[in-house]
Protein backbone atom coordinates (compact mmCIF):
# COMPACT_ATOMS: atom_id res chain seq x y z
CA UNK A 1 0.00 0.00 0.00
CA UNK A 2 1.39 3.27 -1.14
CA UNK A 3 1.47 6.31 1.40
CA UNK A 4 2.92 9.77 1.47
CA UNK A 5 3.99 11.95 3.49
CA UNK A 6 4.43 15.73 3.39
CA UNK A 7 7.28 17.74 5.46
CA UNK A 8 8.06 21.31 5.65
CA UNK A 9 7.79 24.54 7.55
CA UNK A 10 4.13 25.79 8.64
CA UNK A 11 5.22 29.35 8.70
CA UNK A 12 6.68 31.45 6.10
CA UNK A 13 7.35 34.96 5.58
CA UNK A 14 6.09 37.01 2.54
CA UNK A 15 8.43 37.26 -0.47
CA UNK A 16 10.39 33.56 1.11
CA UNK A 17 10.54 30.32 -1.06
CA UNK A 18 8.14 27.43 0.40
CA UNK A 19 9.75 24.10 0.61
CA UNK A 20 7.89 21.33 1.13
CA UNK A 21 8.73 17.58 0.75
CA UNK A 22 6.83 14.93 0.12
CA UNK A 23 7.84 11.33 1.24
CA UNK A 24 6.78 8.38 -0.75
CA UNK A 25 6.73 4.44 1.15
CA UNK A 26 5.64 1.22 -0.23
CA UNK A 27 6.78 2.30 -3.68
CA UNK A 28 9.11 3.60 -5.90
CA UNK A 29 8.93 7.20 -7.39
CA UNK A 30 10.66 5.40 -10.70
CA UNK A 31 8.36 2.68 -10.93
CA UNK A 32 5.12 2.51 -12.59
CA UNK A 33 3.20 4.77 -14.81
CA UNK A 34 2.38 7.36 -11.80
CA UNK A 35 2.12 11.19 -11.45
CA UNK A 36 2.83 12.74 -8.29
CA UNK A 37 1.11 16.02 -7.58
CA UNK A 38 0.95 18.76 -5.28
CA UNK A 39 -2.21 20.19 -4.64
CA UNK A 40 -3.33 22.94 -2.34
CA UNK A 41 -6.44 23.83 -0.38
CA UNK A 42 -6.81 27.53 0.84
CA UNK A 43 -9.39 28.04 3.54
CA UNK A 44 -13.03 28.77 2.35
CA UNK A 45 -11.49 27.90 -0.91
CA UNK A 46 -11.81 24.74 -3.88
CA UNK A 47 -8.35 22.35 -3.86
CA UNK A 48 -6.12 23.70 -6.77
CA UNK A 49 -3.59 21.38 -8.54
CA UNK A 50 -0.32 22.97 -8.06
CA UNK A 51 1.52 20.52 -11.03
CA UNK A 52 2.67 17.03 -11.03
CA UNK A 53 6.21 15.82 -11.85
CA UNK A 54 5.65 12.44 -13.50
CA UNK A 55 7.49 8.65 -13.29
CA UNK A 56 9.78 9.70 -16.03
CA UNK A 57 10.55 12.51 -14.27
CA UNK A 58 9.07 15.75 -16.73
CA UNK A 59 6.88 18.40 -14.66
CA UNK A 60 3.92 20.17 -15.32
CA UNK A 61 2.64 23.01 -13.63
CA UNK A 62 -0.87 25.03 -13.10
CA UNK A 63 -0.77 28.08 -15.64
CA UNK A 64 -1.21 30.55 -12.52
CA UNK A 65 1.32 29.38 -10.62
CA UNK A 66 4.07 27.86 -13.53
CA UNK A 67 5.91 31.00 -13.18
CA UNK A 68 6.65 30.78 -8.86
CA UNK A 69 6.47 26.84 -9.01
CA UNK A 70 9.14 24.01 -9.30
CA UNK A 71 8.67 20.30 -8.65
CA UNK A 72 11.63 17.73 -8.37
CA UNK A 73 12.72 14.91 -7.32
CA UNK A 74 15.04 12.46 -5.23
CA UNK A 75 15.05 9.06 -6.63
CA UNK A 76 17.48 7.95 -3.88
CA UNK A 77 15.41 8.92 -1.10
CA UNK A 78 12.22 8.71 -3.05
CA UNK A 79 10.67 12.26 -2.39
CA UNK A 80 9.77 14.91 -4.54
CA UNK A 81 9.86 18.50 -3.56
CA UNK A 82 7.62 21.31 -4.40
CA UNK A 83 9.02 25.11 -3.98
CA UNK A 84 6.87 27.91 -4.19
CA UNK A 85 8.59 31.39 -4.50
CA UNK A 86 7.83 34.55 -3.57
CA UNK A 87 4.76 33.89 -1.54
CA UNK A 88 2.16 36.25 0.22
CA UNK A 89 -0.25 35.78 2.31
CA UNK A 90 -2.83 34.37 -0.36
CA UNK A 91 -0.35 31.43 -0.64
CA UNK A 92 -1.61 30.24 2.76
CA UNK A 93 -3.26 27.06 2.48
CA UNK A 94 -3.32 23.11 2.96
CA UNK A 95 -0.92 21.63 0.94
CA UNK A 96 -1.52 17.99 0.11
CA UNK A 97 1.05 15.82 -2.31
CA UNK A 98 -0.76 12.80 -4.00
CA UNK A 99 -0.53 10.11 -6.75
CA UNK A 100 -2.53 9.56 -9.74
CA UNK A 101 -2.34 6.82 -12.61
CA UNK A 102 -2.60 9.43 -15.25
CA UNK A 103 -1.37 13.18 -15.94
CA UNK A 104 -4.44 15.26 -14.61
CA UNK A 105 -5.17 18.97 -13.37
CA UNK A 106 -8.07 17.84 -12.02
CA UNK A 107 -7.43 16.56 -7.92
CA UNK A 108 -9.92 14.43 -8.34
CA UNK A 109 -8.04 12.36 -10.02
CA UNK A 110 -5.68 11.48 -7.70
CA UNK A 111 -6.22 8.57 -5.83
CA UNK A 112 -3.27 8.09 -3.12
CA UNK A 113 -3.17 11.33 -0.51
CA UNK A 114 -0.82 12.59 2.28
CA UNK A 115 -2.45 13.96 5.15
CA UNK A 116 -1.79 17.49 4.46
CA UNK A 117 0.12 19.77 6.07
CA UNK A 118 -0.68 23.63 6.64
CA UNK A 119 1.47 26.60 5.45
CA UNK A 120 1.17 30.32 6.86
CA UNK A 121 2.36 32.73 5.41
CA UNK A 122 2.63 35.96 7.38
CA UNK A 123 4.74 38.67 8.57
Known amino acids: QVQLQESGPGLAKPSQTLSLTCTIS??????????YAWIRQPPGKDREWIGY???????HYSPALKSRTSISRDTSKNQFTLQLSSVTPEDTAAYYC???????????????WGQGTQVTVSS
Open 53 to 59: IAYTGST
Open 98 to 112: ARGPRPSMNAQNYNY
Open 26 to 35: GASITTGYYY
